[in-house]
T-cell receptor, first 117, second 115 residues
């Protein structure tokens, strides 16, 4: 069983479209994340969601919005897609929230490769 | 079992001097390392990373050094500025199989840059 799964694995779409990426974790974790990996392999955190608290990285455009129907799911909606949104998007989860004084391991999904044409 | 250790919970440095934040790891499967910075009440932001095939990566005032044989990496900030005061997390990534990864974070080091 895959611990953290994402769908779709590949997404090719036109500029201006609205798309969603789904993420599910079956680890019973309380915290989920979305990361963006750009062409230089930098792994930038976009959102972290711990139970009912959503923490947004302020560099993320408001075209990106996470939605969590329950603790096991954190979906990413992207409106008005732009060329620069092309990247690999990773979902991850951890038992608790990543914070000072605590070591935490996050488990990543396989990634969704988004290409905006 | 701490796989990623940041042994200094805090560090104080004078403005203009060099800040050196250290990180040790135990898992030889880690092949990619990252540093994140976090201000209070904000989410962590990516700072700099290094692949295990390199021993140094530089970006402006920030340089990360990797010593694979010692399983040690360090982040150098030169010159340090008051705005650099934050908590710095070291993180290490390993392939957990089936195309998935694990990212393990250290406990963080709180850097205070004194004007």
């Amino acid at each position: 069983d895959t611990a953290v799964s994402q769908t779709p694995k590949y997404l090719v779409t036109q500029m201006g479209n609205d798309k969603s990426i789904k993420c599910e974790q079956n680890l019973g974790h309380d915290t989920m994340y979305w990361y963006k990996q750009d062409s230089k392999k930098f792994l930038k955190i976009m959102f972290s969601y711990n139970n009912k608290e959503l923490i947004i990285n302020e560099t993320v455009p408001n075209r990106f919005s996470p939605k969590s129907p329950d603790k096991a799911h954190l979906n990413l909606h992207i409106n008005s897609l732009e060329l620069g949104d092309s990247a690999v998007y990773f979902c991850a989860s951890s038992q608790d929230f990543w914070r000072e004084g605590f070591q935490e391991t996050q488990y990543f999904g396989p990634g969704t490769r988004l290409l905006v044409l | 079992d701490q796989q990623v250790k940041q042994n200094s919970p805090s560090l104080s440095v004078q403005e203009g001097r060099i800040s050196i934040l250290n990180c040790d790891y135990t898992n030889s499967m880690f092949d990619y390392f990252l540093w994140y910075k976090k201000y209070p009440a904000e989410g962590p932001t990516f700072l700099i990373s290094i692949s295990s095939i390199k021993d140094k990566n530089e970006d402006g005032r920030f340089t990360v050094f990797l010593n694979k044989s010692a399983k040690h990496l360090s982040l150098h900030i030169v010159p340090s500025q008051p705005g650099d005061s934050a908590v710095y997390f070291c993180a290490a990534m390993a392939d957990s199989g089936a195309g998935s990864y694990q990212l393990t974070f250290g406990k963080g080091t709180k850097l205070s840059v004194i004007p």
